[in-house]
């Protein structure tokens, strides 16, 4: 009886233990704001009308900083390009707002030190809708399904912005789905922020082939036609930077990094290219001749355009590598002389370069 009790107390303690685990990481929550925002703290704000593609509530996550700076940062979580993927849900995209709070708190959001961001105000943008932030619409199939990230964002911002006041200095980045909404809705956020006179656009971890991307944009996510009319080619993102360049030249400076056989990337890539998820070495080959690709048509076609690619997380067989970076290990060197945060800010200071182009090579 004595062992059966002790092994009852060992399993509680335990089962706290998750709990605590899961409460500060997948289940962390922060407070509505209510009045005035506290500077330093994490807050949710809610939206009115604002959903996740299940129809479940979605809201923005805000912290005021002490500059007069800010960071518009667009989380990722998949996505969907046809009714049936649409359907699909959670096999491809986040669906609801579950374990995104935690997020926030990491990699350039962090309060480390190290972090020169960390006394920025940050206008977090989750991913729920599964339309890279882009959608206004509704798909009615076999189910309903919210592609309402453009609505969701907008109303956002527009209800943030009274606690931001008037930036100098705007950041717009993302990770992964996330990186693809920044190439899309850069320029609408500096639209929105007219007093920064210094802007830095940096896609993390974004680089699908797809030659339906406009056809997608235009009828499964009902985008907005100065959104999906950039959508030209295979790559939304090169021609989504590139319309960017076009229209905004030198005062917006373009950062695009990646790791150089991103194993989640060609994972998708090869459901795009088969109609199956996998990863494999070949996959791996092709994904670093798709990002070779990508690489010199960034070159071409925006010259000052700062890259950096890197690898981390290698796998031993295939080389695989890494998906995304600034929600985690974004001031980890990765073998170069600065780590991708120091990077991007030095690009914020008036210093664009370029990192690990040697590994597309490899």
């Given at each position: 009886?004595?062992?059966?009790?002790?092994?009852?107390?060992?399993?509680?303690?335990?089962?706290?233990?998750?709990?605590?685990?899961?409460?500060?990481?997948?289940?962390?929550s922060?407070?509505?704001?209510?009045?005035?925002?506290?500077?330093?703290?994490?807050?949710e704000?809610?939206?009115?009308?604002?959903?996740?593609?299940?129809?479940?509530?979605?809201?923005?996550?805000?912290?005021?900083?002490?500059?007069?700076?800010?960071?518009?940062?667009?989380?990722?979580?998949?996505?969907?390009?046809?009714?049936?993927t649409?359907?699909?849900?959670?096999?491809?995209?986040?669906?609801?707002?579950?374990?995104?709070?935690?997020?926030?708190?990491?990699?350039?959001?962090?309060?480390?030190?190290?972090?020169?961001?960390?006394?920025?105000?940050?206008?977090?943008?989750?991913y729920a809708?599964?339309?890279?932030?882009?959608?206004?619409?509704?798909?009615?199939?076999?189910?309903?399904?919210?592609?309402?990230?453009?609505?969701?964002?907008?109303?956002?911002?527009?209800?943030?912005?009274?606690?931001?006041?008037?930036?100098?200095?705007?950041?717009?980045t993302?990770?992964?789905?996330?990186?693809?909404?920044?190439?899309?809705?850069a320029?609408?956020?500096?639209?929105?922020?007219?007093?920064?006179?210094?802007?830095?656009v940096?896609?993390?971890?974004?680089?699908?082939?797809?030659?339906?991307?406009?056809?997608?944009?235009?009828?499964?996510?009902?985008?907005?036609?100065?959104?999906?009319?950039?959508?030209?080619?295979?790559?939304?993102?090169?021609?989504?930077?590139?319309?960017?360049?076009?229209?905004?030249?030198?005062?917006?400076?373009?950062?695009?990094?990646?790791?150089?056989?991103?194993?989640?990337?060609?994972?998708?890539?090869?459901?795009?290219?088969?109609?199956?998820?996998?990863?494999?070495?070949?996959l791996?080959?092709?994904?670093?001749?798709?990002?070779?690709?990508?690489?010199?048509?960034?070159?071409?076609?925006?010259?000052?355009?700062?890259?950096?690619?890197?690898?981390?997380?290698?796998?031993?067989?295939?080389?695989?590598?890494?998906?995304?970076?600034?929600?985690?290990?974004v001031?980890?060197?990765?073998?170069?002389?600065?780590?991708?945060?120091?990077?991007?800010?030095?690009?914020?200071n008036?210093?664009?370069?370029?990192?690990?182009?040697?590994?597309?090579?490899?």
């Open positions: 009886m004595k062992v059966l009790i002790i092994i009852a107390i060992v399993i509680a303690v335990m089962a706290l233990g998750v709990f605590a685990l899961l409460k500060a990481t997948f289940l962390k922060f407070p509505a704001l209510k009045g005035e925002p506290e500077v330093g703290k994490w807050y704000i809610t939206v009115d009308g604002a959903k996740s593609s299940d129809g479940s509530e979605w809201h923005g996550i805000f912290r005021k900083g002490t500059e007069n700076k800010a960071v518009v940062y667009f989380f990722g979580g998949g996505v969907s390009i046809t009714p049936e649409s359907e699909g849900g959670n096999k491809f995209y986040a669906t609801n707002m579950t374990g995104q709070d935690f997020v926030a708190q990491g990699g350039i959001g962090s309060d480390a030190e190290e972090n020169p961001f960390r006394n920025w105000s940050f206008i977090v943008i989750p809708t599964g339309d890279f932030h882009a959608g206004t619409g509704v798909y009615e199939g076999n189910k309903t399904v919210y592609h309402t990230g453009y609505s969701n964002y907008s109303a956002y911002v527009e209800q943030v912005k009274q606690y931001v006041g008037e930036p100098d200095t705007l950041l717009v993302g990770f992964s789905a996330g990186g693809f909404a920044t190439s899309l809705l320029d609408d956020v500096i639209g929105r922020f007219p007093s920064a006179d210094n802007v830095t940096c896609v993390d971890s974004s680089l699908l082939l797809y030659d339906g991307w406009h056809d997608t944009a235009v009828n499964l996510w009902k985008a907005l036609a100065e959104i999906s009319d950039r959508l030209t080619t295979n790559n939304l993102v090169l021609d989504s930077l590139t319309a960017l360049h076009e229209k905004r030249g030198d005062s917006v400076k373009i950062l695009f990094d990646c790791s150089y056989r991103d194993d989640t990337l060609m994972q998708y890539q090869s459901y795009i290219n088969s109609g199956k998820i996998d990863k494999t070495k070949e791996g080959d092709n994904f670093q001749k798709d990002l070779t690709e990508m690489v010199k048509g960034l070159q071409e076609n925006i010259p000052d355009a700062g890259i950096y690619i890197w690898s981390f997380g290698e796998d031993a067989n295939t080389h695989n590598t890494q998906h995304t970076i600034i929600s985690a290990n001031f980890d060197k990765l073998g170069n002389d600065r780590s991708v945060g120091e990077w991007i800010y030095d690009a914020v008036g210093t664009v370069r370029s990192y690990g182009l040697g590994l597309l090579n490899k």
